[in-house]
């Protein structure tokens, strides 16, 4: 099989974005909504009623207190949260007794069954609740750092349909546990499973299509993360007064089509011909051929490409333009190059003999260039994940009605996909890093200072102004976290594209255990997230002028295609 092909040209060929890509995309896009749930179903049904104190049923004198009857004693009950509180009056003293809510706990009836409530999860147990949080993002670690490699070793394909089903199942069977410990075990198995369908998915979706429309289906995805949320919000809000196990179990059902998934999904031809599967790349040439109606002649042109006998060129550099490619928004998809590269003698087929077979953490680590700039990532997306699920999980706190909150939270995200489109191929990814992240820290640090200027009155200009940065911040992250989807797995060879996307998503999950006691620090320093959060961000900006930029460059297929890539060497071979 010949390797000396450029992936994209093949895509070009076949019909760039045509009616195949567009099926596969779709299909991938509303998949996601499962992604979504398993992060922000939390918000939902985590949710804290306001509650007391069950009503005591037995005589006080069952609790330690003496007899009402004796020396004309009487009491006086307050139902506290934590606590109740006995005044004791008797013909010559007055005591006060603090008992703990004997008979556990009464929920508001207006609103519905949570987690919390079901398994009162309060007050001395108050920790217990964000556990079930914390330990999704604890198996996201585990699924990031496992199902990446399998998929960069054994095909995208694969992970992505059996991760999926698995999912199906065990989001469908977390709305029978009958325990709070059974519940946060599923929970951690099904943090896994989605990140082994996610960052799957996000691969598959990157590699099915040439590289001048990968910032627009970055952007597409952006918008469907937004709308999923507000329809998670509506879902919460219609389903208000339900059980938590109805609204689980709703959003589960959503997820049917994985049955299917084996049939719809095919394997990624980037990785097909980086693994130098012949047979099986010319039958996902052959399928997109028939469904994007490709004649025959440019249909075997094609297959010529992958022949053996083929020969193009073994000496190709890796910035050179593929035929078909034409500048996007006026930039240039991948740079020229006029210097000649004929006396380039270390051909794509010795790249490939020297080329990753066993993609590990050890290789990220061994290559000082793909270290340095995977430490920065793994910072960004830490970072990343700690703001965008702190202000996520702190927004059912706000004033107002906790729905609402929630809607305008996943709603103020909109402006910033339409602020991703407009800018990822136009100034590059780099620079729009650099720009989302530095607005998100400066926006969440004036936030807090004016909110801290303001005081308790939450109607002052300055509160609102406050509210107002909150949600500039917010957009900021989404818009960073969006592009992070796209930038990272770009700025990573072939065969460590999974590998190095998952560790990145691991650091992630780090951030993501953090994020949920948000709240607890809050009540002690109300300025403190805002600052942590802010801080961070612009760090990032700052470390990420050190990486390189990947807007109109094809994706590299090896370490030395990389380490050519990024520093620019005009006798760099032609990347898949």
């Known amino acids: 099989m010949n390797e000396n092909v450029a992936v994209d040209s093949v895509w070009d060929s076949l019909g760039p974005f045509g009616k195949y890509e567009k099926i596969i995309i779709i299909y991938l896009l509303v998949t996601s909504f499962q992604f979504a749930c398993v992060d922000l179903n939390y918000v939902i049904y985590g949710h804290v009623p306001d509650f007391q104190c069950s009503p005591l049923h037995e005589p006080l004198s069952k609790y330690g207190l003496p007899r009402a009857e004796e020396n004309g004693t009487g009491y006086e009950i307050t139902y506290g949260k934590c606590d109740i509180s006995v005044l004791t009056n008797t013909t010559n003293t007055t005591s006060t007794s603090i008992l703990s809510c004997k008979e556990g706990y009464s929920f508001d009836k207006n609103e519905g069954t949570t987690i919390i409530s079901e398994w009162n999860l309060v007050c001395d147990q108050s920790g217990v609740g964000e556990l079930g949080q914390t330990l999704v993002m604890a198996g996201q670690i585990v699924g990031a750092t496992l199902f990446t490699s399998l998929a960069d070793r054994y095909g995208r394909k694969p992970v992505f349909v059996s991760t999926h089903l698995l999912l199906f199942v065990m989001s469908v069977s977390l ?119 490709v004649s025959q ?28 490619l034409q500048p996007v928004n006026g930039v240039s998809p991948v740079p020229d190059s006029s210097e000649d590269t004929q006396d380039d003698t270390y ?79 136009r100034i590059g990814r780099k620079r729009c890093s650099i720009l989302f992240h530095a607005v998100t820290g400066v926006a969440l640090i004036l936030s807090v200072v004016l909110l801290e200027v303001a005081g308790d009155d939450v109607n002052t200009p300055l509160s609102i102004l406050s509210t107002m940065l909150n949600y500039v911040g917010k957009l900021g992250i989404a818009a960073s976290f969006a592009l992070l989807f796209l930038y990272t797995p770009e700025l990573y060879p072939t065969n460590l594209r999974n590998v190095g996307l998952g560790f990145c998503s691991a650091a992630a999950r780090i951030g993501g255990m953090i994020a949920p006691y948000s709240n607890i620090f809050a009540s002690y320093v109300l300025w403190g997230p805002g600052v942590v959060f802010g801080i961070c961000c612009i760090l990032v900006a700052f470390l990420t002028l050190l990486l390189p930029e990947t807007n109109g460059k094809e994706l590299p297929q090896t370490v030395e295609d990389y380490n050519d890539w990024v520093k620019q060497r005009p006798n760099a071979s032609q990347a898949i």
Request: include cysteine.
């Open 347 to 425: 051909t794509i087929e010795t790249r490939l003999s020297d080329s990753v077979d066993k993609p590990t953490f050890i290789e990220l680590i061994r290559h000082k260039l793909l270290l340095k700039h995977s430490l920065i990532l793994w910072f960004t997306w830490c970072t990343n994940s700690l703001t965008y699920f702190g202000l996520y999980l702190t927004s059912a706190s706000l004033t107002g009605n906790r729905h609402l909150n929630f809607f305008l939270n996943g709603l103020v995200e909109l402006p910033g996909g339409f602020l991703y489109a407009l800018l990822v191929n």
């Open 297 to 324: 002649s440019d249909l075997a042109d094609v297959t010529q490409l992958l022949s053996d006998d083929h020969e193009p060129t073994n000496r190709v550099s890796c910035n050179s333009r593929p035929q078909g």
């Open 175 to 293: 709305t029978f546990v009958p325990t709070f410990v059974v519940f946060a075990i599923m929970r951690f198995v099904i943090g896994a499973l989605q990140q082994g369908m996610g960052l799957a998915m996000s691969i598959i979706t990157l590699e099915i299509v040439p590289q001048q429309y990968r910032g627009i289906v970055g952007a597409i995805g952006q918008f469907a993360w937004t709308a999923f949320v507000v329809i998670l919000a509506g879902i919460g809000y219609f389903m208000r007064n339900l059980s938590w196990r109805y609204i689980q179990l709703a959003t589960a059902l959503v997820s049917v089509h994985a049955l299917a998934s084996y049939w719809i999904i095919d394997e990624s031809l980037r990785w097909l011909i980086a693994n130098k599967r012949k047979d099986e790349a010319l039958k996902v040439i052959q399928r997109v051929a028939r469904i994007n109606k």
